[in-house]
């Protein structure tokens, strides 16, 4: 034991030893190579010794406390020379890592301009707090990563009816008056140097602006006149001083300025243009080597800032934890959520910590605001050796990878720009035919059309811009489509009816495979081209490769569901989760267009964002009801799933069947400001979940709810209690209420309650029957359908002799005969009764043939008739088959082995 302590306290002296040597190190490299560090070193002992015995956190705060002086602008100037000092000894010696030097600068940051705002009010209005006046820092200091010499960019706005003002002064012209003096505190030099070089150009419209934005200005001009580039400068933004929650309530009434759910390509695009004027305007400073601009130069800082900034304004409107300002936070978060590769993430990173250690060590030698390699070679070993390096070849070599990895990931976004359409008739009609348009005269005149603007979505010039563009990636893509023509025609009248198409098109620019997802849909689904026309954001949700997966489980769902800031209200839920519903939907039915996932998954997928949306909207419509009318002492409400939701397994164009039940003594009443009785309150309740599953809002449509399987059906209320539904299911329900049973799935509710339904539900499947008297109900429930619904056409899988309902017939009636194969999902209880020589196992196969051709023509031919020729060969293909001719021999011979099973179950063979 005492051994042990005597190697742990010889361990921790080493270390002290090992510290004590890097910092005399360090400090000896900042005597030799950093004039501006060695004379505040020389002129600050004390603050040298506070760093060496102290650490840099109570070295700044003692510090900072030693410089307090009545002068505001002598007491800044002191303060700042000793968080210089602190940071950059802390920094050269290796105290501290690159992420608590920049937290410490931008945190002096911070308070300096807080000082000089409370100083520049109270010199006008003595005793009066800093109200209505407040900063957004933007840039470095916004993310908290501000270097030694870097300007502060803050916006500064005030609110006129609370700003300290003097008698007879406008707002205006005291809030521009206190901007005058705040700039002048923190910028003049004197003798004690100055505090921070202040740029206020980042403002709207600098100008012709006042120094000092009205909020309420500075909201209207930001929610409708700002430019892309601005986006990208609000990614960074923080209300850093003086009334913070003002600035605050600005930044969250401009958030859905900066995160938008609906993709907008062309502030990407304005990214890159200013990437590419800064490399053009600073040519010199591209090359690695002596002079090399390590801010602007190919690879250097500025891009791997811009290579974040554009995957956050890409994804961060959907995924909120990337909106990060920091960039290492922000590459840290791309890396997690898959949105760049971890490596990339990573390699980036290391990067821009090594490059802004490195500016560091530029700015440390004079104070100067320098990014650039000194061109003088003794200059430039200088720097070298203030870093700990030999010379400045060695600096190069340390640069050089990682500058080539950064320009080359940067120019990766930033492919050359593609050939334009011609605009010549001739040339255009040979470029068609080229393609494949089988009739490139009539392609013509319709491009001829859209490039006329005359819908409103096409009249600006912006929007022609975009749709040349975007052009000759649209027309490659349509030459693949089965019919070019008809999908031409299509798209266009999907751009006539959108009020702008310029993120439209230039989405489909920045990604090709889109616009050809988008030719697969115009081209062979009516329903999903519908929802597009509705709302063309639906593409958005496709621009990754998880789009094109099966949904995530039912508790990731439920979670996507109810996340962000749309969920402030009941009814922005509303809106949001048909947003996310709408986009999953579309999203699987792609999958199915794309044939990228069977048709079976896809309808298991269809169910869980169904039982998901209702899950979330039911939660949040009881959490709303209770507020006015409380709760029912030990009641709840259930709803039970049955159909092809109870089944798991929906089509794009289902209807939820669902039950609502409820738990507790249907004699007690509510315990709210309006109290009601249990069996009116769960009618109610169940009326507004139905509603929020089913009525239109501002987001559109959600799901149809159909809840006449409830017991007595549309005579009966639409909820019952528990009692009351085991009564029913046990001496007043009819035969097909009870297979309608062997699809039921208690959905939503607590566990136990749900225990109690599926036991009562149990029981009833599990009774004995009359054979005789089951049979006949069955048969003639079987008959009664094909009377009033008949198949529409040879391809109604559902209604068809042979088709999905006599399976299901034969499956239902085998269960409740022989009490066996009870699972609400069909393909497993066909496999149970299979497992026990009740059925053909060939009729699983059938079965899933034909719930394939379902799940597919629900989209492809919503009315069930045979699909267009055109699409025949991608049903053949969702379905597992080689061609239509092919698909159309298995579905016969599925059918007749399911009329066979049929009969056979029913006795009618």
Not at 56 to 61: D, E, F, G, N, P
Not at 182 to 195: A, I, M
Request: net charge negative.
């Amino acid at each position: 034991m005492l051994h042990s302590r005597t190697n742990r306290l010889c361990e921790a002296a080493m270390t002290e030893r090992v510290n004590e040597r890097a910092f005399s190190n360090g400090l000896q490299r900042i005597r030799e190579h950093s004039p501006f560090l060695a004379g505040l070193a020389e002129r600050h002992p004390d603050t040298v010794a506070a760093v060496r015995d102290y650490g840099l956190s109570r070295a700044i705060r003692d510090g900072l406390a030693a410089a307090v002086d009545a002068d505001v602008g002598v007491m800044l100037r002191r303060q700042r020379q000793i968080v210089s000092l602190t940071v950059g000894l802390a920094d050269i010696c290796g105290l501290a890592p690159l992420e608590e030097v920049v937290e410490h600068l931008s945190a002096f940051a911070d308070h300096a301009l807080d000082v000089a705002i409370r100083a520049a009010i109270g010199e006008r209005t003595p005793g009066e707090e800093p109200r209505g006046f407040a900063a957004l820092a933007l840039g470095k200091h916004g993310s908290r990563e501000l270097n030694y010499s870097s300007d502060i960019d803050p916006i500064l706005i005030f609110d006129p009816d609370t700003l300290p003002h003097r008698p007879r002064e406008e707002p205006v012209e005291a809030a521009v008056r206190i901007a005058r003096r705040v700039v002048e505190l923190l910028q003049t030099r004197d003798q004690n140097g100055y505090v921070f070089r202040v740029d206020l150009r980042l403002r709207p419209s600098p100008e012709v602006s006042p120094l000092a934005l009205p909020v309420d200005a500075a909201l209207s001009y930001y929610e409708s006149a700002a430019l892309p580039w601005e986006r990208a400068a609000f990614i960074r933004a923080r209300a850093a001083a003086g009334e913070v929650a003002l600035g605050q309530h600005f930044l969250d009434s401009i958030r859905p300025f900066i995160w938008r759910r609906s993709l907008d390509f062309g502030a990407v695009q304005e990214i890159r243009q200013i990437s590419r004027r800064i490399r053009d305007h600073y040519a010199q400073g591209q090359l690695l080597g002596p002079g090399y601009d390590l801010k602007r130069g190919r690879g250097g800082i500025r891009e791997v800032e811009f290579y974040a900034q554009i995957h956050q304004l890409i994804h961060g409107g959907r995924e909120p934890q990337l909106r990060t300002p920091a960039t290492l936070d922000a590459l840290a978060a791309l890396g997690e959520a898959g949105r760049i590769e971890p490596e990339t993430a990573a390699g980036l990173a290391d990067a821009y910590r090594l490059y802004r250690t490195i500016e560091h060590r530029l700015q440390m030698v004079d104070d100067h605001q320098t990014h650039r390699l000194p061109r003088q070679p003794e200059a430039l070993d200088n720097v070298a050796r203030l870093h700990g390096l030999d010379d400045g070849a060695a600096l190069v070599a340390l640069l050089q990878p990682h500058i080539e990895r950064v320009g080359a990931l940067y120019d990766g976004l930033d492919p050359e720009d593609e050939q334009r359409l011609p605009q010549s008739p001739e040339k255009l009609e040979a470029a068609l035919a080229g393609v494949g348009f089988a009739d490139p005269a009539a392609a013509r005149q319709r491009i001829e059309a859209m490039r006329e603007g005359k819908s409103r979505s096409l009249r600006t010039p912006v929007a022609q811009a975009a749709l040349e563009a975007m052009l000759p990636t649209l027309v490659a893509a349509l030459g693949k489509a089965p019919s070019p023509q008809d999908a031409l025609n299509r798209f266009e009248d999907l751009v006539t009816g959108l009020p702008s198409a310029i993120n439209l098109f230039r989405l489909l620019q920045a990604r090709p495979a889109l616009a050809r997802a988008l030719i697969d849909v115009l081209s062979h689904a009516p329903t999903l081209s519908q929802a597009l026309g509705r709302r063309p954001a639906l593409l958005d949700g496709l621009i990754d490769a998880t789009a094109l997966a099966p949904p995530p489980p039912l508790e990731t769902l439920v979670d996507e569901f109810q996340a962000g800031e749309r969920s402030d209200s009941y009814e922005q839920l509303l809106d949001g989760v048909r947003q996310r519903v709408g986009e999953r939907r579309f999203a699987l039915g792609v999958q199915l267009i794309e044939a990228v996932s069977d048709p079976i998954d896809v309808a298991n997928g269809y169910a869980r964002v169904a039982e998901a949306a209702l899950d979330v909207l039911a939660r949040a419509t009881v959490a709303e009801f209770e507020e006015n009318h409380g709760r029912i002492p030990g009641g709840e409400l259930i709803v039970v799933a049955l159909g092809r939701l109870g089944g798991g397994a929906l089509t794009h164009a289902s209807d939820l069947d669902i039950v609502y039940l409820f738990t507790g003594d249907f004699m007690a009443e509510s315990d709210g400001r309006k109290p009601l009785g249990a069996t009116t309150y769960f009618n109610r309740l169940a009326q507004r979940v139905s509603g929020a599953l089913s009525v239109p809002t501002a987001a559109g449509p959600l799901y149809e709810v159909d809840t006449r399987l409830r017991p007595s059906g549309t005579q009966g209320p639409l909820c019952v209690s528990i009692d009351s539904f085991a009564q029913y299911q046990r001496e007043q329900a009819w035969t097909w209420e009870h297979m309608a049973l062997t699809r039921a799935r208690t959905i939503f509710g607590s566990a136990a309650a749900r225990g109690a339904v599926d036991a009562i539900i149990a029981e009833v499947l599990g009774r004995e029957r009359d054979d005789a008297a089951l049979t006949a109900d069955v048969v003639k429930m079987r008959g009664e359908i094909a009377r009033h619904k008949p198949p529409s056409s040879p391809f109604d899988v559902k209604l068809i002799a042979g088709g999905l309902v006599d399976a299901e017939f034969a499956v239902h009636l085998l269960q409740l005969r022989h009490r066996a194969g009870f699972d609400p999902r069909l393909r497993t209880a066909m496999r149970m009764l299979a497992d026990q020589g009740l059925i053909d196992p060939q009729l699983v196969p059938a079965h899933e043939l034909m719930t394939r051709m379902l799940v597919t023509l629900r989209l492809v031919s919503p009315a069930s008739a045979e699909p267009p020729e055109a699409s025949k060969p991608l049903v053949a293909r969702t379905c597992g088959q080689a061609d239509w001719e092919t698909l159309v021999k298995a579905y016969e011979s599925a059918r007749a082995l399911v009329s066979k099973e049929w009969k056979r179950a029913a006795g009618l063979a």
